[in-house]
């Protein structure tokens, strides 16, 4: 999408952005924190499996006749909570209950690039340990990106599977012009590494001369991201020049973001914006910091 003058001659921003930056922090109550944009989690679902005191499923007044609402998950009970479920009378925060091998089964959070934050850093959700109903095992946590407004530039990185394979790099932007290549709906699978931005040639329309006064306020990206398994702070790590260069085995790595993503990494799928043209890496995902 190519921007529209005004008719006084100034920039608007690129692409419908109906509410301000400062008014999307405010409402939703958005935390600026350390992958760099602003985030909140408004839904967490947890499991259990529960005791038999205060289950409803062995409670003897539960009509046989109705379907147990745990008995898809095993006669675990799940319960939603986080500022997202008080709409339907779920708690806001996390209640307590009593039962045994409780899990975190997803979380949902907004997440918002803004010009004063415009880059998240490259990272990783890692492989929790959850409950078969037998024992711990491995699953990988798995995203769900859904847009809202703005759009941002991902880069996502698949680990090679040896040193004498090479990582695997796609380029894909979300954003709302889907006959243009953009996507409002984005999944990454667990193990892969990830970063948003908002595009080089989005961040430029602020330095133009004619640039409205308020266009700041209207560039960015906002989506809502569901974690499965839930997110847990313990379970994310970020990326730097030796953990990129110990997976792939062949030397020193690069983790500016630029068009040679990882140095040695082959890009296997780009998906850029309508408006793209080549581009220095300054504004580029950045390992570790941001800008």
């Known amino acids: 999408m190519s921007s529209t003058p005004a008719s006084s001659g100034s920039i ?37 499996v529960p005791s038999r005191s205060t289950s409803a499923l062995n409670s003897a007044a539960w009509p046989s006749d109705y379907p147990k609402p745990g ?12 500022p997202g479920a008080t709409v339907l009378a779920g708690p806001a925060v ?24 415009y880059q998240g850093k490259m990272h990783m959700n890692l492989h929790p340990v959850s409950w078969d109903g037998y024992g ?19 880069t996502l990185i698949k680990p090679p599977s040896s040193a004498d394979t090479e990582p695997e790099v796609y380029r894909v932007v979300v954003g709302p012009d889907v006959l243009n290549g953009e996507l409002t709906q984005l999944y990454v699978p667990g193990g892969w590494w990830k970063a948003s931005e908002i595009p080089e040639e989005d961040m430029l329309l602020l330095d133009a001369p004619n640039a ?7 560039i960015g990206c906002l989506i809502s991201e569901v974690v499965v398994p839930g997110w847990e702070p313990s379970q994310h790590a970020f990326v730097d020049e030796e953990k990129v260069s110990g997976r792939t ?7 500016d973001g630029s068009s040679r993503r990882c140095g040695m ?22 390992a570790g910091r941001e800008g």
């Not at 209640?95 to 934050?117: F, M, N, Q």
């Not at 711990?136 to 991902?154: E, K, N, V, W």
């Open 94 to 117: 996390e209640p307590t209950v009593d039962g045994t091998e409780k899990r975190v089964d997803a979380t949902l959070i907004y997440y918002l690039i803004t010009p004063d934050s």
């Open 12 to 48: 608007n921003p690129p692409y419908p952005y109906p509410v301000a930056n400062s008014d999307l922090i405010k409402h939703h109550n958005l935390s600026n924190y350390g992958e760099g944009g602003y985030l909140v989690q408004t839904v967490a679902t947890n499991s259990l």
């Open 249 to 255: 085995g062949q030397g020193s790595a690069r983790t």
């Open 71 to 82: 008995a898809a998950l095993g006669d675990r009970e799940q319960i939603g909570w986080g």
């Open 212 to 218: 409205d006064a308020n266009l700041r306020e209207h």
């Open 136 to 154: 711990p095992m491995q699953c990988s946590m798995q995203h769900f990106h859904i847009h809202h407004a703005g759009r941002a530039l991902y």
């Open 265 to 286: 990494a082959r890009t296997v799928g780009s998906r850029t914006p309508s408006t793209s043209t080549p581009r220095p890496s300054r504004r580029a995902v950045q």
